[in-house]
C-alpha cells in the first residue's frame, strides 16, 4: 500500500530534550516536506526536500532540522524543543512539484 | 505574497442539500489549486486537483470543484451532501512560478452535515 509513515504518532517532552521524528514514503516520492497545523492557522511548511541531500527553509524552520540520506525518508530534527512547539506536525511526499502531495497520520508533539 | 482564504470556519448543511465551501486565492502566475479533507485523528486525503483544462474538475467522493479565474475563486461543492462529509477541509495553492513545491493552505472550513 502507497503511504507516508510517520513515528511517533503522539509525543510528551519537557523543554530541550532533543527529540525527532521519522517520516517514511514508499512511492519513491522525490519531494518530500513538513508541515505543522496549528488552529486558525492552517497549515505552515517548515522544510522541504527536493531530492537526496538537497533540503531547504519553508516559511516557519526556527528550531527545527532536516536530513534526506535516503530518498526514502525525511526526519524532523528538534534539537531544544520549546513549549511553542508544541503543535500537530504531518509528512508529505509528492511524484513533483506540480503534483499533488501524500500525506501522513501526523504527530501530535506537546513541548512541556 | 501568496495566499489562501477560506471565509467561513464552519459551514453547517442538511444531509441531502448541496454544500459549498468556499476558497478565494491570491498567487503569482497560473495557480496550481488542491483540496484536502481531514477527518478527526487522520492525515490529510487529496479530493481534487485544478492545473490547467476544464474549470469544473471532479474528484473523489462526489466532490467538485469550480476554478473561476476572473475572481480567484476554487470553491468545493457537492449535490447532495452525506453526514460521513463531516470533516476538516483545506484549499491550497502552489504558484505556478513556484520551484519549491510549497503549498500554501488556507485555514480551514469545518463542514457539518447534519441527519
Known amino acids: 500500500e502507497a503511504q507516508v509513515t510517520q513515528n511517533p504518532r503522539y509525543l510528551i517532552t519537557v523543554t530541550g530534550k532533543k527529540l525527532t521524528v521519522t517520516c517514511s514514503q514508499n512511492?519513491?516520492?522525490?519531494?518530500m516536506s513538513w508541515y505543522r497545523q496549528d488552529p486558525g492557522l492552517g497549515l505552515r511548511q517548515i522544510y522541504y526536500?527536493?531530492?537526496?541531500?538537497?533540503?531547504d527553509k519553508g516559511d516557519v524552520p526556527e528550531g527545527y532540522k532536516v536530513s534526506r540520506k535516503e530518498k526514502r525518508n525525511f526526519p524532523l530534527i528538534l534539537e531544544s524543543p520549546s513549549p511553542n512547539q508544541t503543535s500537530l506536525y504531518f509528512c508529505?511526499?509528492?511524484?513533483?512539484?506540480?503534483?499533488?502531495?501524500?500525506f501522513g497520520q501526523g504527530t501530535r508533539l506537546t513541548v512541556v | 505574497a501568496q495566499s489562501v482564504a477560506q471565509p467561513e470556519d464552519q459551514v453547517n448543511v442538511a444531509e441531502g442539500n448541496p454544500l459549498t465551501v468556499k476558497c478565494t486565492y491570491s498567487?503569482?502566475?497560473?495557480?496550481?489549486l488542491f483540496w484536502y479533507v481531514q477527518y478527526p485523528n487522520r492525515g490529510l486525503q487529496f479530493l481534487l486537483k485544478?492545473?490547467?483544462?476544464?474549470?469544473l474538475v471532479k474528484g473523489s467522493y462526489g466532490f467538485e470543484a469550480e476554478f473561476n479565474k476572473s475572481q480567484t475563486s476554487f470553491h468545493l461543492k457537492k449535490p447532495s451532501a452525506l453526514v460521513s462529509d463531516s470533516a476538516l477541509y483545506f484549499c491550497?495553492?502552489?504558484?505556478?512560478?513556484?520551484?519549491?513545491?510549497?503549498?500554501?493552505f488556507g485555514q480551514g472550513t469545518t463542514l457539518q452535515v447534519k441527519p
Open positions: 491550497a495553492v502552489r504558484g505556478g512560478i513556484s520551484n519549491t513545491g510549497k503549498l500554501i
Open positions: 508529505a511526499s509528492s511524484v513533483g512539484v506540480g503534483t499533488e502531495a501524500f
Open positions: 512511492m519513491n516520492h522525490e519531494y
Open positions: 526536500s527536493m531530492n537526496v541531500e538537497v533540503t
Open positions: 485544478y492545473i490547467t483544462g476544464d474549470n
Open positions: 498567487v503569482s502566475g497560473n495557480p496550481y
